[in-house]
């Protein structure tokens, strides 16, 4: 069975699309299996890898109100082993028509239980908002990442986000997992990034990943030209980041040992 994460922020422009793009890109060269799910109703994440919102039939939409299967939504990318459901606009309005659904709060989870054996490991785009699509998103997967853009209010709305997966957990989805916090948009030449990422690690500790994503510009670079960094300039920092990101997850025992040291 595939473990889900859900990248969610409510925070609009910290990272989500960015690095729910690059980390599938680097597990899926890494060999394995895997499905992106693109969520973000402007659907950048459909268009990072080459896929145009134009003319697309069978979106994220269609699984979550239609409830078709997602297993015939998933499209390839120009990555082996990487699979995408797109998403386009019309996944704002699929809010909105959710909320008068039969078990609204689950939809994702059902479409997904169905392909999970599939794959290995699936990424859960979410919108910037604590929406019904984020809180579907928090009830379909296993675990959160959170990206945490270095910069001033990084921590706003941080509460309510946690608060989100708290309620989620209580409610719907008890074994949900926060797997982790992630610095993004890093400078070490700002004095305002490293005091952000200190404050970061001193309240949220062995939570925080020990990779941190520099703030490149091969990465913003990168959708434009529909591939990832991985490919786009694979010996950029962005993309050395976002490999390193990829190990540290698929080995959480690294941060186990990490843990045991630093204690
Ligand atoms: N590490 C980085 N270095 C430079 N630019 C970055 C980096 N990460 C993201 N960006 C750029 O910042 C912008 C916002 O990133 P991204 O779209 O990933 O955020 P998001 O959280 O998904 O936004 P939204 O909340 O709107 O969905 C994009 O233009 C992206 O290319
Ligand atoms: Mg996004």
Redesign the pocket.
């Known amino acids: 069975m595939g473990r889900v994460i859900a990248v969610a ?1 409510q ?9 729910a793009i690059n980390l599938a890109a680097a597990r899926a060269l890494d060999g394995r299996a895997r499905l992106l799910i693109a969520r ?1 109703p ?1 659907g ?1 994440a459909t268009t990072g890898l080459g896929i145009h919102a134009t003319g697309i039939e069978g979106t994220v939409y269609e699984g979550l109100v239609d409830g078709r299967d997602l297993l015939e939504l998933g499209r390839p990318t120009g990555i082996e082993g990487l699979d995408i459901v797109p998403a386009t606009r019309d996944l704002a309005g699929a809010e909105i028509e959710l909320v008068n659904l039969p078990e609204r709060e689950h939809r994702l989870h059902h479409a997904i239980a169905r392909v999970r054996s599939q794959y290995d490991f699936l990424l859960i ?1 979410c ?2 908002s604590l929406s019904l699509i984020t809180v579907n998103a928090l009830r379909a997967a296993d675990g959160v990442l959170v ?1 945490l853009q270095c910069e001033y209010y990084a921590l706003e709305g941080l509460t309510a986000l946690l608060s989100t997966v708290g309620r989620v957990r209580d409610t719907l989805n008890p074994t949900l997992a926060l797997d982790g916090l992630v610095l ?2 890093f400078d070490g030449r700002n004095s305002l990034s490293r005091q952000v990422q200190q404050e970061v690690r001193t309240h949220f500790g062995e939570q925080v990943f020990r990779t941190v ?5 091969r ?2 670079e990168s ?1 434009s030209h529909g591939v990832p960094i991985m490919l786009y300039d694979p010996a950029s920092r ?1 993309a050395v980041a976002y490999r390193s990101l990829a190990r540290e997850i698929a080995a959480p025992a690294h941060r186990e040992q990490g843990e045991a040291r630093s204690s």
């Open positions: 922020n925070k609009g422009g910290v990272g989500k699309t960015t690095t973000d402007q950048s785009d919108p910037p990206p993004t948009m994503i520099p703030r490149n510009v990465l913003s959708p962005g």
